[in-house]
């Protein structure tokens, strides 16, 4: 499987939790659908046409990374009712670093899609399109590898058993980047869309664990790409 590595860094980010409704509480990493967004929006292609891409060439995705620190926006919008505006208050991460990996059997696809992220067709951004995203470097690997050692990044699956399996062999872990959230999320990986710009409904949903402060397995191993000193387990999108 070839591989292509993306190195981003932005001065905000947010990823909407939709399970917050009064408060747009984010994810600390983009989610797989966020994924499909940056790669449509390289590529120039609609959120459909996107999705389609990445599902016919069978793509592999993973992410890691983290922000410098969180601040809380206040956000005004219009009602639809038109009886006016309001504010929400929605978190930030800031000053972000981010390693995306998407991989592939088909080579070509790879290659057109690490073109892309070299020269955008869009502007790419991470969750609001005033979160601009810069690209740092891209690069090709086919060194798909098995690592132990997990650190700001999502894996496919609840792992929260496997973590708390750590205590038999006296290590200290974490549950996620903030204690106080829940670490597994049934994350949406596909969507049905009415037309490339339409309205869009959930069409599957996959678990996802989100990981923070480093975490080492006695037991197990992911699959993924070392980039640099981070290790990005891959998950299927």
Known sequence: MLCCTIELKSIT?????????????????????????????????????????????????????????????????????????????????????????????????VEQLKGAFDQPFYALTLGQSDSLAKVVRTKLTDAVTEGSTLENTLVEGDIVPAILEQVLYGGTFAL???????????????????????????????LFSFVGPKVTFQNQTFSGVQVDEVFVPLFTL
């Open 13 to 109: 980010a947010s990823f909407r939790n939709p399970e917050f409704q009064n408060f747009h509480k984010s994810f600390p990493l983009p989610p797989p659908t966020a994924l499909i967004g940056l790669a449509g929006a390289a590529l120039g292609l609609s959120p459909r046409q996107a999705q389609e891409f990445l599902s016919t060439n069978s793509f592999r995705a993973g992410v890691s990374g983290k922000g410098q620190g969180m601040a809380r926006d206040l956000w005004k919008y219009d009602r639809l009712s038109g009886t006016g505006s309001s504010i929400i208050i929605r978190e930030l991460y800031v000053n972000t670093h981010y390693r995306i990996v998407f991989g592939s059997e088909n080579h070509a696809a």
């Open 176 to 206: 996620s980047l903030s204690t106080s959230d829940p670490i597994a999320y049934q994350l949406p990986i596909r969507f049905a869309y009415k037309s490339d710009y339409g309205m869009r409904t959930v069409a599957q949903r996959k």
